[in-house]
């Protein structure tokens, strides 16, 4: 060990006659390790809160969209897919169309934004239709044929009801259940269904406020639909507000034709939408433009940001506080040792060496106490995400729990400030003991 290790390991663990200037060493190990334990936590909170909300956004929309400048929508669609699939970077297109429409069941009623689309190609740049949870989302594939056929009746069932009621009851739930399955299905999400009653075979009314010019001038058009299926992707913004259909329902309600009014793509790499993005613009031609996925989610990224620089810097006062707890028990130290810093520089002892002393004691009070925070801090964090620790109001922050993502890189950046904020508190009173003049210390021993 070196010379100034040693003396400053001994002066950390020696039996001192004021018992406080080792109580403030505690206490100032104990302050940087509950700084950087706690850092630790606020960025692992931080990190979770974006890390779960970037995977839910990515895995419930698109990475990149293209739509026309005008409002009439994309008539050319499957050749312009098809031939924008091609490009580098995309993976897979979808064509959809999304309509604010109003949602009722009874007197329940509620607003919802209505998707039409294909599932085949929606399941391959989302997974929302992987979240159904009761029903199932192959009722929205296109029927090919129509296999409904006259379903013979069974003689000898009802003896005692006359045969013509028989056949009138019978052509009525026949009749009923033709109705029901002619009706277009719909999939709602969890908390719409919750809020308006609603379960896997339910009617539900759905408007368009757009209506339809009549004589009697303009008049709401409305559809039935059968509820099919169920999802729950543990969004709230999506589940209280989203509902998906065929593409060819959604035109016929909305009195589109053959058009779709975004085609949606998934790429090979997130964080190169911008450019793929532009890309695609170029090879669609004019009259086109993309929005994606870090646009549209902006100003909520850019408030986590924004939050978690703050959060480093309020958190990071503690730290600040321990190291004026390693101040003051140093320059404590300091006045207690005079004599003993004396003796060393009149056996040959330079200034530098004893200067580096009292460096080298801020610094083990340093990396005790981050290597403790580190433990307590990481320690904390993996059990809280492990556990779901800690319950949050979904209508309020889009996820149920405190999600934790602690990463290496922030704790390896909390230690750094923390040792170097360490040092820094040391050297003042590093720069005092040097200063010390072994006559004056000693002239009246």
Known sequence: MRFEFFIASRYLRAKRKQAVIGVITGISIA????GVASLVIALAINNGFRQDLQDRLLGSTSHVNLLRTLGDGVRDWRSLMANLQKQPHVIAAAPDIYEQVL?????????????????????RVSDLLNSVKQGSADALNEPT????????????????????????????????AQRRSEMPPIILGK??????????????????????????GLVPKYTRFRVAGIFDSGFYDYDSSWAFTRLSDAQRLFALGDVVQIIEFKIDDIYKATQVGQELEKAAGPGFMTTNWM????????????????????????????????????????????????????MGTRKSQVRRVFIAQGALIGLVGTAIGLVLGYALSWMGGHYHAFALAPEVYSIDYVPFAPRAVDGILVAFVAIATSLVATLYPSWSAARILPAEALRYE
């Open 103 to 123: 949602v009722s069941l009874g007197s329940r009623a509620r607003g919802a934004v209505l998707k039409g689309i294909i599932p085949a190609d929606e399941r």
């Open 145 to 176: 044929e129509n296999l409904a056929g006259a379903r013979p009746r069974q003689e000898g069932s009802d003896r005692n009801v006359p045969a013509t009621q028989t056949d009138a009851d019978a052509d009525s739930l026949a009749a009923v």
């Open 295 to 346: 646009e549209q989610n902006k100003p909520l990224f850019h408030a986590l940001k924004l939050e978690r620089l703050v959060t480093f810097i309020t958190v990071g006062l503690i730290v600040f506080v321990a190291a004026l707890n390693i101040l003051i028990s140093l320059t404590m130290m300091v006045m207690e040792k005079t004599r003993d810093i004396a003796v060393l520089m009149s």
């Open 191 to 216: 908390e719409m269904a919750d809020e308006l009653g609603a379960h896997v075979g339910s009617t539900v009314l759905v408007t368009s406020p757009q209506g339809e010019l009549t004589p009697f």
């Open 31 to 34: 302050g940087v390790a509950a």
